[in-house]
C-alpha cells in the first residue's frame, strides 16, 4: 500500500474535492492522495431547498468515487491524529500517510449530542433539521402539517454555524407558506445569538420579512433540551447582565440546528488554536506554524462566513500557496475573507448577501442585492447546483 504521497488532502467535501481538482489542472503530474470516509458526497446549500419542499433530497447526493478526480487516489479512511513533525497522520483504520504537503479539509462538526433528548426525537413529533440530509424532507412534511393557531419554533444555536443565514432561510419559506395556504401559524425565531444579521444593509431588509410573516424573535434563547412526545423545548435564556435563566416553549414543529464546532479530531492535535479550530493565516491560508501544511473550508478559524462560496474563492490561494511551497517560494496573501448567503425569504425570493473581511459588501451584481429578488432564487434554485457539480468540483471555477 502506497504511504507517502506528494500532497495529502484530508476531506472530499467541497474543499477538499474543488481544491485537488484544481492543482491537477495546474499540473496533471501531481500525486495527490483524497483521506475520506464516506461513501458520498453531499450539495449542502439545497438542503434549505429540500425543507421547503421544492429540491430532491436525491439529487443533493452523489457517489464519493464520481467526484474523486480521476488522477488522484481516495483513500477511503478518517484521519484521527497528526503527527506534523514527522509529516504524518494516522488514520482509524490503523494506517500512518506521509506527505510534503497536507491540505486540511474536514468541514465543521455537528454536536447534536449537546441538546439533551435530540437524538431520540429528531425526524418525528415534529422535530426536524435541514442540517441532517435524512431530515430535510421531513420538515416540509412538518410545514404541510402545520395547523391553524399552531406555533413552529425555529432554533440557531450561539455557536458559529456552517451558512450563517441557513437557520433563518427555512423560517422565512414556512412563514410564506403559511401566509399562501391563509394559516394563522405563529412563527418565532429563538436564537442563541444577538443580532438576526451581522450587516445592517441585510439585517435592515430581513427585518421587513420578519415583519411580514408576523415573526416573533428571541435573542439569547440556547436550545438545551427538546421533548419530543411532550412537545416542548427548553431553553437556557441569558439576560443583558449575563445572569441566566431557564425556560420552556411548546412547538408543534420545532426546526433545530445543532450547535456546531472544530472535528474533534482537530481540536485535540497540535493544529489547532485556542478555539479548536486549524490554525491559518487568514490571508494565504498557511498554518501559522508549520509551513507545508494549509487548511481550508468550514474547519478553519479565518473569520469569514463558513460556506461554499467561502471555499469557491479560497481554493485558488491554497492552491496558489501549495505550489509556491513545492517550489519553495513563500507562501502569499490573496483571500479576502469573501463569503456569499443566499438568504431564500420566501418561494421565488432571495437576498444575496455578499460580504468579506470585516463585514465589507462585496456584491457581484451592478444591483442593489438586498432587495428580495426572483433572478437570485432562480440562480440559487438552478443555477448553482449546476455550477457545483459540472464547475466548481471540476477545478474549473
Ligand atoms: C443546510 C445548509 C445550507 C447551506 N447553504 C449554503 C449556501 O446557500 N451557500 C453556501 O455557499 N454554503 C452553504 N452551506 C455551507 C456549505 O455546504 C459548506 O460551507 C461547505 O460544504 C464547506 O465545505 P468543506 O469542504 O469545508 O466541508 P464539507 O463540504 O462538509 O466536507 C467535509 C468533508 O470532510 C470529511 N471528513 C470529516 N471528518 C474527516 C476525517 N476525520 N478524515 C477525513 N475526512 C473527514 C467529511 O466526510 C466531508 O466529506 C450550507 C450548509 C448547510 C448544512
Redesign the pocket.
Same mark, same amino acid.
Given at each position: 500500500m502506497k504511504q507517502h504521497y506528494q500532497i495529502l488532502i484530508?476531506?472530499?467535501?467541497?474543499?477538499?474535492i474543488s481544491t485537488a481538482a484544481q492543482l491537477l489542472r495546474k499540473n496533471k503530474a501531481l500525486d495527490i492522495g483524497i483521506?475520506?470516509?464516506?461513501g458520498h458526497?453531499y450539495y449542502?446549500?439545497a438542503?434549505?431547498l429540500v425543507g421547503a419542499g421544492v429540491f430532491n433530497a436525491e439529487d443533493t447526493i452523489r457517489k464519493e468515487k464520481e467526484v474523486i478526480p480521476a488522477g488522484t487516489t481516495w483513500i477511503k479512511d478518517?484521519?484521527?491524529s497528526f503527527q506534523p513533525e514527522q509529516n504524518q497522520v494516522s488514520t482509524s483504520n490503523g494506517h500512518a500517510y506521509t506527505y510534503d504537503v497536507l491540505i486540511v479539509?474536514?468541514?465543521?462538526q455537528l454536536n447534536w449530542h449537546l441538546i439533551k433528548g435530540l437524538k431520540e426525537t429528531l425526524g418525528k413529533n415534529g422535530v426536524t433539521s435541514?442540517?441532517s440530509v435524512d431530515c430535510a424532507p421531513y420538515t416540509f412534511q412538518c410545514l404541510q402539517q402545520l395547523k391553524e393557531g399552531e406555533t413552529a419554533l425555529f432554533t440557531a444555536p450561539s455557536t458559529p454555524v %456552517?451558512?450563517g443565514g @441557513?437557520p433563518q432561510k427555512i423560517m422565512y419559506l414556512a412563514g410564506d407558506y403559511v401566509q399562501r395556504k391563509k394559516l394563522h401559524a405563529k412563527i418565532e425565531f429563538t436564537s442563541g445569538g444577538g443580532v438576526l444579521f451581522g450587516i445592517k444593509k441585510y439585517a435592515d431588509e430581513l427585518m421587513k420579512m420578519v415583519n411580514r410573516y408576523n415573526i416573533q424573535l428571541h435573542f439569547k434563547h440556547s436550545l438545551i433540551e427538546v421533548n419530543g412526545q411532550s412537545k416542548k423545548a427548553v431553553y437556557e435564556v441569558t439576560a443583558a447582565d449575563g445572569s441566566k435563566s431557564i425556560i420552556e416553549k411548546s412547538f408543534d414543529m420545532i426546526h433545530v440546528v445543532p450547535p456546531q464546532s472544530a472535528?474533534d479530531?482537530i481540536k485535540n492535535s497540535p493544529l489547532a488554536d485556542t478555539n479548536g479550530w486549524v490554525d491559518v493565516n487568514k490571508f494565504s491560508l498557511q498554518h501559522m506554524r508549520y509551513p507545508n501544511i494549509f487548511g481550508?473550508?468550514?474547519?478553519t478559524n479565518t473569520p469569514n462566513a %463558513?460556506?461554499?462560496? @467561502?471555499?469557491r474563492k479560497q481554493a485558488p490561494v491554497v492552491v496558489k500557496n501549495v505550489l509556491a511551497y513545492l517550489n519553495k517560494q513563500p507562501a502569499e496573501g490573496g483571500y479576502n475573507g469573501y463569503g456569499?448567503?443566499?438568504l431564500v425569504v420566501g418561494y421565488g425570493k432571495l437576498i444575496l448577501a455578499e460580504f468579506g473581511y470585516d463585514n465589507k459588501v462585496m456584491e457581484t451584481f451592478p444591483f442593489d442585492q438586498s432587495k428580495p429578488r426572483w433572478s437570485m432564487y432562480m440562480l440559487?434554485r438552478y443555477v448553482l447546483p449546476w455550477l457545483y457539480w459540472h464547475k466548481i468540483l471540476k477545478g474549473k471555477m
Open positions: 484530508i476531506g472530499g467535501g467541497n474543499a477538499g483521506i475520506e470516509p464516506s458526497h449542502q446549500p438542503w434549505t478518517a484521519v484521527i479539509a474536514p468541514g465543521i435541514n442540517y %456552517k451558512c @441557513a472535528p479530531f481550508i473550508g468550514d474547519a %463558513k460556506t461554499g462560496a @467561502a471555499v456569499s448567503c443566499p440559487k
